[in-house]
């Protein structure tokens, strides 16, 4: 059994498969020091909440206390498989300076208190504010990281019993472009692909997606085919030259901010040369007169003028994506967080609806999830829309909320969208939202802007509920702190992005006086007497079993039905389960849109779609006259600029993002050993060309600045394309145990650099566009502390190594654990 230090090789070894064939088990596991797998005293189900993989593995627990994690065989997900992140991270949960006990602010300073005292203060002000002005003061602002339960439950308080319209998660930030660009091309959210599409592609193209780093077990997946026989073909589409990037067969680097003027030119070759199935196109979708006329004015000169992608390479992609007979298709972050992200999404959608490839193996569209929980954030309503993914602008999909929770209609708030959190902090920012709650996010460093965001979380006239794990960033400008039982001191379910329902049960206790985010809400609940219409318990549950039951009967009959499914099931099926899974399809639903059968008719959608460009929602009986019978929706759109761009005075496109290591802002990841030491220290990507006449060397100190602020990084000068810079965004100033210390040392966090500006359609906020300058401020002592197996290394030049990976190796490693992976077959 080979031993592999998994910092060093985050994608363990390679167990390649030929297509069609399944995917070798590999056993994945570690056990904290000296600690036997017979010592062991319990193996406690569960699946990964370190990205939206779904990775199901089982939690090891020795005297009351976890003690590691091994990978599940029988899950359909990872075949036993862990990242990096998954075998370490689990020991920030006992960390030292976990939140104990409730806080409240005394004289402008946070105390500890007991529940009575800080509940009492929260549903106190609830009142004052309902009765002063209504719902509109409140807010909620919550995650991508709880579990259905506990969403589903904050949704009925929400918008059942308070009845504000400002409930948003970070989902905003994270998948609002995945949900937009479903129900835009499809009607509804929903993913229509599966992981299994990797088996059987000939074709895997990844837009604005660094898998390796971001859903690293699925990468192996990738790394697999490639190593077996009849690889597929890879196109990655990233200013950047990632592992993605070195192991694809055509790699389009565009200028940041281009996406949709490539797809456009994509698309050109794909219509111009009739790589379409005309069938298809008839029988199942409307709108691709539009669409053949709009790309018309995109031929791939043009598209290679805007994007600054050789013309060649574009035909080169076009080619691949047009006569491939299994596409799989993944979308992130490098489309969703940029100014026509659901503009550009939607064509990567259309690419599938021109060319017949959905439903069927090897044939699929991921619009990446991020977040461990976040279809759920949106499935069951967190994410403000309706739950079970029904349309605000429907009256009776209102009406069949309005049964189930026992209310009158009236008392859901309809009249217009939910508001989205860049308005909720607009709003809160102007005075008219008075008391925001925010649960298991940590906007003080993840929301653009930051200086900003400080001033509003801080002002006077706002009431901040902060529910969180940890002493965060965001934490220290509460009135109110509320300390959360997380993942493993909880039971609930969650959903990853190809559909998979995991259970996660509870392993150990929370410390202290922690409680389960679900005991919390409904507390509150029950605190502030919220009633149905006839004087019932608005919240008609109490533990996270009743909670699913109430959500499966939300769920019924929608394309997210969860009828078939139990927590029972779940805790004793072999394998996740993917939803819809009713008594019809016991076993789930490997792939949604087999036949070309949407949820697009106009009674059943859960969106009557938007304007590309403005993002103005259109009214029932445009869409009725659009799409009468319920086909897909080709929706073209022209490309414009990003409206800040690089000028004299800031003279680089800025992008930010993620390392393998880290997970956001660093909350556990820099609560673990073994993360901590493989990536410290922020670091910023520069390319060679763009260095070198700055007198800028590898590890150099440099600072980056832009109209809202700088950030001090060391130079990783290396593969990125010329005139970019790369930020990881996961480096705030609170103490994490690196010695930081609170609001120590110049600005580190990458959003102190980002502006205020969102998509039209999906109101995701742009992280990967803004203007930015950079200058030495001092030598380098060594390289920097960038990552050697994931990061660009030192030297390369862009496009200049295209080996699959798996070869770096760690400076770090002799700091980081050892885990078998033995990569044997079953
Ligand atoms: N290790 C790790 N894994 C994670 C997370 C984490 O924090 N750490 N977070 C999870 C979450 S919540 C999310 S949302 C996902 C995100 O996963 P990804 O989207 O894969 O991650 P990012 O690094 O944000 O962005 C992906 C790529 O977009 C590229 N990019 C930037 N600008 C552009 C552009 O204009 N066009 C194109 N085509 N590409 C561009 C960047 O170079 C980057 O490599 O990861 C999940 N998994
Ligand atoms: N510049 C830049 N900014 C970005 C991005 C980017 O690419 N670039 N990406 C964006 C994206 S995609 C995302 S998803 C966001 C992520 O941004 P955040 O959500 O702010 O990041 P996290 O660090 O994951 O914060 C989650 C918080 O919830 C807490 N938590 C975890 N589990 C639980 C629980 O069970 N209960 C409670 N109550 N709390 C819990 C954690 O301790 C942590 O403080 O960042 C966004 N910001
Ligand atoms: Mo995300």
């Not at 203060?121 to 995650?143: C, H, K, M, N, S």
Request: proline share 8%; glycine share 10%.
């Amino acid at each position: 059994m080979g031993r592999v230090d998994r910092i060093a090789e985050p994608w363990g070894s390679r167990t390649p498969y030929g297509r069609g064939e399944p995917w070798p088990v590999r056993v994945d596991t570690h056990l904290a020091d000296g600690v036997r797998p017979d010592q062991v005293d319990r193996w406690v189900r569960s699946a990964s909440v370190l990205h939206s993989n779904g990775d199901a593995l089982d939690i090891a627990v020795r005297d009351g206390r976890i003690v590691g994690v091994r990978g599940r065989a029988e899950d359909r997900v990872n075949h036993r498989r862990l990242d990096p992140k998954d075998l370490y991270a689990w020991q920030a949960v006992a960390a030292p300076d976990r939140l104990t006990t409730p806080m409240i602010r005394e004289n402008g300073k946070l105390v500890e208190t007991d529940w009575d005292t800080a509940m009492d203060r929260v549903v106190r002000r609830t009142r004052d504010l309902l009765d002063e002005q209504g719902p509109g003061a409140i807010g909620f602002y919550t995650t991508g990281q709880l579990f259905l339960e506990e969403y589903y439950t904050l949704a009925v308080i929400a918008h059942g019993g308070i009845g504000t319209n400002h409930l948003d998660g970070n989902t905003r930030l994270c998948t609002a472009t995945a949900a937009a660009a479903l129900k835009e091309s499809f009607g509804c959210d929903g993913q229509p692909g599966s992981y299994t599409d990797i088996d059987h592609a000939d074709t895997i193209a990844l837009y604005g997606h660094n898998m390796a780093a971001t859903q690293p077990v699925l990468w192996s997946r990738v790394l697999d085919r490639l190593a077996g026989p009849e690889p597929p073909a890879l196109i990655c589409v990233d200013p950047r030259d990632t592992p993605v990037a070195r192991a694809a067969t055509v790699h389009l680097a565009p200028r940041p901010g281009t996406n949709l003027a490539l797809m456009n030119g994509l698309l050109h070759e794909i219509v111009g040369n009739g790589w379409t199935d005309p069938d298809y196109l008839e029988r199942h979708t409307v709108g691709y007169d539009d669409l053949r006329e709009r790309v018309k004015e995109y031929p791939p000169e043009r598209a290679s003028v805007i994007c600054d992608v050789p013309v060649e390479d574009i035909r080169h992609a076009a080619r691949l994506l047009g006569t491939g007979e299994r596409l799989l298709s993944t979308v992130l972050q490098g489309f969703y967080q940029s100014h026509q992200a659901t503009a550009a999404a939607v064509q990567v959608n259309n690419i599938h609806l021109v060319r017949g490839m959905l439903g069927r193996p090897g044939c699929g569209v991921l619009q990446m999830n991020g977040q461990p929980t976040a279809e759920n954030t949106r499935e069951c309503g967190a994410d403000g829309d309706l739950p079970g993914f029904r349309n605000w602008a429907n009256d009776d999909h209102v009406a069949e909320i309005a049964r189930l929770w026992n209310i009158e209609p009236n008392r859901l708030p309809h009249y217009g969208p939910p508001t989205h959190a860049m308005k909720i902090f607009r709003y809160a920012e102007q005075g008219s939202l008075r008391m925001l709650w925010i649960s298991g996010t940590n906007p003080a460093v993840s929301l653009p802007e930051l200086a900003r965001i400080r001033a509003v979380l801080a002002r006077e006239g706002l009431f901040l509920v902060v529910q969180d794990l940890y002493p965060t960033e965001t934490t220290a400008l509460a009135d109110v702190v509320l300390p959360a039982a997380g993942w493993a001191e909880k039971t609930g379910t969650f959903t990853n992005a190809d559909r998979t329902v995991h259970l996660s049960d509870k392993a150990v206790e929370p410390p202290g006086l922690a409680r389960s985010d679900l005991d919390i809400f409904l507390d509150y609940a029950r605190r502030l007497d919220l009633r149905d219409k006839d004087g019932d318990p608005l919240v008609k549950w109490h533990d996270p079993e009743s909670a699913f039951r109430a959500w499966q009967e939300c769920s019924r009959g929608r394309p997210c039905d969860y009828t078939g499914l139990s927590h029972d099931l779940l805790r004793t099926a072999p394998s996740g389960i993917q939803w819809p899974c009713t008594a019809d399809h016991p076993d789930g639903t490997e792939r949604l849109y087999a036949d070309g059968a949407f949820w697009s008719a106009p009674d059943v959608c859960e969106s009557y779609g938007r304007d590309m460009i403005t993002g103005a929602p259109a009214e029932p009986v445009e869409y009725r006259a659009l799409n009468p019978d319920g086909k897909a929706v080709i929706r073209d759109a022209g490309y414009l600029p990003p409206h800040e761009q690089p000028s004299d005075d800031y003279p680089f496109a800025l992008i930010t993002g993620r390392t393998l290591y880290h997970f956001h802002t660093r909350t556990k990841t820099g609560r673990t050993p073994e993360l901590r030491a493989a990536a410290p220290e922020v670091w910023v990507e520069i390319c060679r060309a763009d260095a070198e006449p700055l007198g800028i060397g590898e590890g150099d100190r440099v600072d980056i600045t832009t109209p809202r602020g700088t950030v001090r990084a060391r130079a990783r000068v290396g593969g990125i394309r010329p005139g970019v810079l790369f930020l990881p965004f996961h480096y705030g100033y609170w103490d994490t145990g690196d010695g930081t210390g609170p609001g120590e040392g110049p600005g580190r966090a990458a959003n102190e650099l980002t502006l205020t500006d969102w998509d039209p359609v999906s109101k995701q906020p742009l992280f990967k566009t803004a203007a930015a300058a950079l200058h030495r401020v001092a030598p380098a002592g060594g390289p920097a502390p960038a990552p050697p197996a994931t990061a660009t290394s030192p030297g390369h030049v862009n496009r200049s190594n295209r080996s699959n990976g798996n070869s770096g190796v760690s400076e770090d490693s002799e700091d980081s654990g050892v885990c078998e992976d033995s990569g044997v077959s079953p």
